[in-house]
């Protein structure tokens, strides 16, 4: 097997991370406590929430949002089905219905034609309005929320941000997050800030924070007199270990996100006159988490993936299609078609490398070879 010389993604680990570690372990307080607090001020200031929850992964975040709400059995959720899975999984693991909406083609956004388009559906066939829409601010670009906000507030649903790829990213200089009643990060060593495994929840609810901080600590309400257990909770809590690693991280943001913007804008100019691919949207807030551009459908995404890899270059598919997957299709009866732009981003889409300290040359070197492999495949004739 060849050797990875330039990975899809590294996080940036040094120094400061393993001396914040050091701090915690001599502490000897490892479990949720100071650290996790600091965390939590750092994500609320950067984002301009009231409260920042940590918990131990953006899935738990998504989780926790769905128990904060009573969503369960009978209700149905609006998700775009274009995403990593967790908020559908989320729905079906609290008894709800995703109801999946298609995304723009080059936002990769819930396109608000389909929510509405959906939402007439739903009311045609008796079902009632979802109690919710998860809006995703796909890899780090913020999604225009105008129109969804208004269909929201029409029709009484809840927003729920996404934001597990987009910490740092604003639209019109409001960050994301706080728009609808919750909001959603992860630190995943493929995000921005890493803590290991990690994510939290924003909000400016003091109630709906309350009960996320309840329910990610076994259902506990604890005051300095007793102890009681008011619901049936969940640990998912963050260590203080991985909090200070991530207080570590936020030092670092402003750098990374700047470095990877340059990699986007450096992506861009490659292929800026190549033929047989669809360009991502580009925005000055986008915070890139992950570059990925659309092939043509007469390009073989996969063959080009496994050329890089011969390479030692770390490319694959942007996202999935929630949508498409065996269980969606079985036990709600989805069709890869029903659902077209999202099937084709996930059967055509194909991310590259960007981290912090990725080289201008090897984001070259990179373009190049992705160049080359699509002159390889086009069919004689198309140019
Ligand atoms: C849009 C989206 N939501 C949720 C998650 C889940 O986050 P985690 O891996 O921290 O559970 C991811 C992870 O990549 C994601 O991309």
């Known amino acids: 097997m060849t050797r990875v010389r330039i990975p899809l993604a590294r996080p940036s680990l040094d120094e400061s991370e393993v001396n914040a570690v050091r701090r915690v372990l001599a502490s000897g307080w490892v479990v949720q406590g100071r650290e996790a607090e600091a965390f939590e001020r750092a994500i609320a ?17 998504l989780h926790l949002c769905y128990l904060a709400l009573d969503i369960g059995p009978g209700d149905a959720v609006f998700i775009p089905s274009f995403a990593w899975p967790s908020a559908a999984n989320s729905a079906v693991l609290v008894g709800a219905r995703p109801i999946f909406v298609d995304v723009c083609p080059d ?17 045609q066939a008796d079902l009632g309005v979802p109690r919710a829409v998860i809006v995703v601010h796909e890899f780090g670009l913020a999604t225009e929320l105008g129109r969804i906000l208004q269909l929201a507030q029409q029709f009484d649903m809840q927003v729920v941000e ?6 740092g990213a604003s639209l019109g200089g409001r960050p994301v ?8 990060f992860s630190f995943h060593p493929r995000k921005a800030v890493t803590t290991g495994e990690g994510g939290a929840i924003v909000t400016n609810d003091d109630a709906l924070a309350d009960r996320c901080r309840i329910l990610r600590n076994h259902g506990q309400q604890l005051s300095s007199e007793r102890r009681d257990f008011v619901a049936a909770g969940l640990n998912y809590r963050m260590t203080d270990i991985q909090a200070a690693i991530g207080l570590a991280q936020f030092e670092k943001l402003p750098r990374v996100l700047a470095a990877r913007k340059e990699i986007a804008r450096q992506y861009l100019r490659e292929f800026s006159d190549c033929a047989g691919m669809t360009l991502p949207a580009s925005h000055p807030e986008h915070t890139w988490q992950t570059f990925m551009l659309v092939l043509d459908a ?5 063959a080009i993936v496994a050329e890089l890899a011969e390479h030692g270059i770390g490319a694959g598919p942007g996202s999935v299609a929630a949508h498409c997957g065996a269980i969606y299709q079985s036990r709600f009866g989805y069709r890869p078609e029903e659902l077209p732009i999202s099937a084709k981003l996930a059967s055509q ?12 040359s090897e984001v070259a070197a990179c373009a190049t070879l992705v160049r080359q492999a699509i002159e390889r495949q086009r069919p004689s004739g198309l140019r």
Do not use: W
């Open 107 to 123: 936002s990769y956004n819930l396109d608000p034609d389909d929510l509405e388009k959906k939402i007439g559906q739903c009311l």
């Open 45 to 61: 200031s950067l984002h301009q929430a009231r409260h920042a929850v940590v918990v131990s992964s953006g899935t738990a975040a």
């Open 162 to 167: 996404d934001a597990a790829c987009a910490l």
């Open 177 to 184: 997050g706080t728009a609808g009643c919750m909001g959603v």
């Open 349 to 360: 889409g194909l991310a590259l490398p960007v981290y912090e300290g990725l080289e201008a």
């Open 298 to 302: 007469e390009f073989d995404r996969d």
